[in-house]
């Protein structure tokens, strides 16, 4: 017997008629407990079971809700999402154009690196590909436009530690001479001096014309 065989609890059987003629309702709580109500007539009869299935309605389980909004993600947002990533898109355009947020991407690409199977983990493992075959054809874009500028900064891109640009910069010391070099106890003495020379005319604007 399935699940959807077994009888449910309680149970309000029809009205029974008793040699008598009085009416037998039966009403089993469980498969083990029941109990019979007598009454005259079969309109009572029949009021009685209806009093009984409605109590009944409210004392059987109720059908789980699934917790939480459902997700988002499906197959169709997959192809989608994909799609734009082998156009080269990135991810910020790509989740725009799908109308989704950076927070499912973060979100969806976390739940796949852990997942090892289901939706999620289609989703990491599909928009990785889609993403390095988007960058394959932007370069091969790139490539072909035969354009000098263009192939040098697409090389420097790839290959930073051959190729990376680099900035030289010359430092001279006064009107393009040399830098002169001083000691330690030189560079002290000088600093001192200077030192000195502005204490004397911090104290000589202090004592300035008016004062006594």
Request: net charge positive; hydrophobic share 35%.
């Amino acid at each position: 017997m399935t699940t959807s065989d077994r009888p449910l609890y309680p149970r309000i059987d029809p009205p029974k008629r008793q040699p008598d003629g009085a009416y037998i309702v039966r009403v089993f709580a469980t498969p083990d407990e029941m109990s019979d109500d007598r009454v005259e007539t079969l309109e009572q009869a029949q009021q009685l079971v209806r009093l009984y299935e409605r109590a009944a309605v409210k004392l059987l389980p109720r059908p789980r809700r699934p917790m939480g909004r459902p997700s988002k993600l499906t197959l169709a947002v997959i192809e989608d999402v994909c799609k734009c990533f082998e156009d080269g898109n990135t991810v910020t355009a790509t989740m725009g154009h799908c109308g989704l947020s950076k927070a499912n991407w973060d979100e969806w690409r976390r739940r796949g690196i852990a997942a090892k199977r289901g939706i999620y983990a289609e989703f990491y493992r599909r928009t990785s590909r889609a993403i390095r075959e988007g960058q394959y054809k932007l370069e091969a874009r790139l490539l072909a436009t035969r354009d000098d500028r263009t192939l040098l900064e697409v090389v420097r891109r790839r290959f930073p530690a051959d190729w990376a640009a680099t900035r030289a910069i010359e430092v001279s010391g006064p009107g393009g001479g040399p830098i002169q070099q001083v000691s330690g106890d030189e560079a002290i003495a000088k600093l001192s001096a200077i030192l000195d020379r502005l204490a004397g005319e911090e104290a000589e604007g202090d004592e300035g014309p008016g004062r006594p």
